[in-house]
């Protein structure tokens, strides 16, 4: 994106020595911090994680969750900063914990895509044979439902299976659980296609070939010779991945399929915003900005990172 | 060629026989369909016990995905309880083209879907034309005036239009035209249905009724499209191939049109190709905000019933135009780049 040049090699009379060189990681962090639209996309995200977390100092689960109908779709006032909804819950309080719930489905819904998609990625590049002929047509399978479909009927086939669950001290509506498992089944498999590329072709290299000579088992190569070797690639999916798992979660919430109330998720506080949408805009307003100033900025990172952990981009960057 | 297409269409029959399988076992397992059949469920025990028998809902689930499938009149069903079949079936099964009858409306599942087909394709059709041309114009424009100020907005725009879920446009464009519009004394538009009940199904009506969902459904397309226009015509106007083109004096429209963009229009076929699912989600929440009587919207209304006869039948409708959809991508490949060759 910038196009500020490399550090040119210094090359002056009185100094001899071989320019630093950098390790990896430095690299890829200076690479990251150049890059301006990874700054803005990192700024966002920070200040949206401190409205989530900070919020609570403010408000508790239950003024979020409180409900007057003598109070309903109060208009924005200075002590409504974002009004209230349709059976009198305050809107700021409700975006604090909803946010807190997206981003919670969001980050675990990605984890299981990172586990799913690497293992099944290793399991069908590395092994091949009967392995990557029956995980290949599973995945082709499940690529040939769109997306949607496929949580909408997993969310109704998962529907009130899962009790409420206790944790951190707060209790999370079982269908919290539902979306975080059906969101993670369907969405590993684009990773799992680029982590079996990657594993094919390091496979055969000379690294490897080196390490198997020596008597490595698989066990080994895999862990600490393949993975870290296809380790790139992987967190920039899964960071794009966040973004869409958010976005799911709105999707199926807004449906009426996800999390069900009173647990507030960015996505349920939008379902039925639509009767309201003229005389309450609010109501759809802010938790609608959120959730686009959260995917916006993740795909800030996302595209960042991409270009910080490619090491062919340094000339451009 | 022809034995590659003969080879793929062969190779996806298993396919949809192992997704349909998987399908049914969800579907089958996810609510009670007797308890959605509203006001006529009988509330008696033996009544209930009788209609589950009727319905096959007392079989094994493999049994009942072998009727499905296959249908079951070449056996003797048990419908009065005493352990023999009596009674010979009727349905004939998918592979006979019998989806079954529909829970909800006691129609065929197949009459169902196909009267709502139309009315997804006249939404998707003009949303995914429109898209094309536009985003052509922005990609190209884009990529020709590079770090213009105008590239610079539309690039921006269509970032920011990307992260934006569809049902949230929906509500926005609702809010400006429908609700601001009307608030301002300008004409605005309506926001649901088709057409106006006391007008009829007239070709202004269902035209006007389709501004905001198409425009809805065209904008999330655009983005992701011209986006990608930007990138790939950039790729090809610096290629050596055009520079030569142009050392040697061909006019600068001509190579626009002939020798870049024809390049640059490769990578487009497979998004366009693979866009498919994305725009049957498209269609399923913008149908649920304009309440368009489309697929989408049966899909919704349907699943919340637990109406397995309708929903496996959209489905398999769905998975079928995803796999033709694929393999339509490849061929057209061919056909723009011929230098590709499947064997």
Sequence with gaps: MASTTANPIQLSAKSNELPKSQGLLARSTRRFFKHRMAVTGTSILVAIILFVSLGTVFFSEADANFNDTSRRLLPISSEHPFGTDTIGRDILARSIYGGQISLLIGITAVTMMVGVGTFVGVLSGYYGGIWDAVLGRIIEAMLSIPQLLLLLVMARFFAGKIPQQELFGRSFSGSVIVIILIIGLTSWMQLARIVRSNVLSLRESEFVSAAKALGASDRRIIMSHILPNTLAPVIVAATLGIAGAILAEAYISFLGLGVQPPTATWGNMLEGAKQYIGEAPWLWIFPGLLIVLSVISINFVGDGLRDALDPRSDSKV | ?343
Excluded: C
């Design chain 2, 1 to 343: 060629m022809t034995q590659y297409i003969l080879r793929r269409l062969l190779q996806s029959i298993p396919l949809v026989f192992f997704v349909s399988l998987i399908l049914f076992i969800l579907m089958n397992s996810a609510g009670d369909p007797l308890a959605t059949m509203g006001g006529r469920i009988p509330p008696r025990a033996e009544d209930r016990q009788r209609l589950r028998r009727q319905l096959g809902l007392d079989q094994p689930i493999l049994t009942q995905y072998l009727y499905w499938l296959v249908g079951n009149d070449w056996v003797m069903l048990d419908l009065d309880g005493d352990g023999e079949g009596e009674t010979e079936g009727t349905r004939k099964g998918v592979i006979r083209g019998d989806f079954g009858t529909s829970v909800v409306t006691r129609q065929p599942a197949m009459e169902v879907i196909s009267s709502r087909i139309e009315n997804t394709m006249i939404l998707m059709l003009t949303a995914e034309g429109l898209a094309i041309i536009i985003a052509l114009a922005i990609g190209i424009y884009s990529a020709m005036r590079q770090y213009s100020a105008i590239d610079n907005l539309l690039t921006s725009f269509s970032f920011i239009t990307f992260s934006v879920p569809i049902f949230l446009l929906g509500l926005i464009l609702i809010y400006v035209f429908a609700v601001q519009f009307k608030a301002w004394g300008l004409p605005h538009f309506p926001t649901s249905g088709m057409y106006d009940p006391l007008v009829g199904k007239t070709f202004q009506q269902v035209s006007i009724h389709m501004v905001l969902p198409v425009t809805t459904i065209a904008l999330i397309s655009i983005a992701g499209y011209s986006r990608f226009i930007r990138s790939t015509m950039l790729e090809v106007i610096n290629s050596d191939y055009i520079r030569t083109a142009r050392s040697k004096g061909i006019s600068e429209r001509r190579i626009l049109y002939l020798h870049a963009f024809k390049n640059a229009s490769l990578p487009l076929v497979t998004l366009i190709g693979l866009n498919l699912p994305g725009l049957i989600a498209g269609a399923v929440v913008t149908e649920t905000i304009f309440a368009w009587p489309g697929m989408g919207r049966l899909f919704i209304d349907h699943l919340l019933r637990s109406d397995v006869a309708v929903i496996m039948g959209l489905l398999m409708i769905i998975t079928v135009a995803v796999i033709l959809s694929q393999l339509m991508t490849d061929i057209v490949y061919t056909w723009l780049d011929p230098r590709i060759r499947y064997s």
